[in-house]
């Protein structure tokens, strides 16, 4: 199966930018999705595809992807960003099985 | 609007299993993959498996193989995730999430509330 890794943790200031990132073998075949979980919630679909929003995510969430690296990028971070993030993406076994990135916790100072 | 309600919290002892269940509302529950995916205290996001609604068929990541099992009754729109022989390191809050697909792309894009699984132990 293939594993996702992210960074523990990052921080970025108030209005300023941070950019999320994940590896791993699976995304050179799949676009990542990213979920946004703030404590005691569900996670949040916040990207997905190539870099796709759902309704009601503010566009200063964006993706993108680099051989085997997915980006998640806020620009402009605003206090109600902080949370953690996950990336996935589809296993590489071709079953539908999916595989979740480590997890980055972003902090808003 | 489009959401999945969970069952409620449940505390357990260890051996024993639980079931949990989810509902679906607003939109054809049969057109859609349900997924489950646990997370342990303080921990991150782990992949249990899924079902597909419409044929019954499901996938379950190997580690969870023998003690889960997924179920549906399209009669009601509802998931339901079967753990069995339950140990102290299943104390997790267990979600279900359904599966959309758009531009060759797949994702959860809804997701229940959780359904907090704690050892009574």
């Known amino acids: 199966s293939s594993e996702l890794t992210q960074d523990p943790a990052v921080s970025v200031a108030l209005g300023q930018t941070v950019r999320i990132t994940c590896q791993g073998d699976?995304?050179?075949?799949?676009?990542a999705s990213w979920y946004q979980q703030r404590p005691g919630q569900a996670p949040l679909l916040v990207i997905y595809?190539?870099?796709n929003r759902p309704s009601g995510i503010p566009d200063r969430f964006s993706g993108s992807r680099s051989r085997n690296t997915a980006s998640l990028t806020i620009t402009g971070a605003q206090a109600e960003d902080e949370a953690d993030y996950y990336c996935?993406?589809?296993?590489?076994?071709?079953?539908?099985?999916?595989?979740f990135g480590t997890g980055t916790k972003v902090t808003v100072l | 609007q489009v959401q999945l309600v969970q069952s409620g919290a449940e505390v357990r002892k260890p051996g024993a299993s639980v079931k949990v269940s989810c509902k679906a509302s607003?939109?054809?529950?049969?057109?859609?993959?349900i997924h489950w995916v646990r997370q342990a205290p303080g921990q991150g996001l782990e992949w249990m498996g899924w079902?597909?609604?419409?044929?019954?068929?499901?996938n379950y990541v190997q580690k969870f193989q023998g003690w889960v099992t997924m179920t549906r009754d399209t009669s009601i729109s509802t998931a339901y995730m079967d753990l069995s022989r339950l140990r102290s390191d299943d104390t997790a809050v267990y979600y279900c999430?359904?599966?959309?697909?758009?531009?060759?792309?797949?994702?959860?894009?809804?997701w229940g509330q959780g359904t907090t699984v704690t050892d009574s132990s």
């Open positions: 999430a359904r599966e959309g697909c758009s531009g060759g792309s797949c994702f959860l894009d809804v």
């Open positions: 699976s995304l050179r075949t799949y676009y």
């Open positions: 595809g190539k870099n």
């Open positions: 607003g939109y054809t529950f049969t057109d859609y993959y």
């Open positions: 996935t993406s589809r296993d590489t076994s071709g079953n539908r099985l999916y595989v």
């Open positions: 079902i597909n609604p419409k044929s019954g068929d499901r």
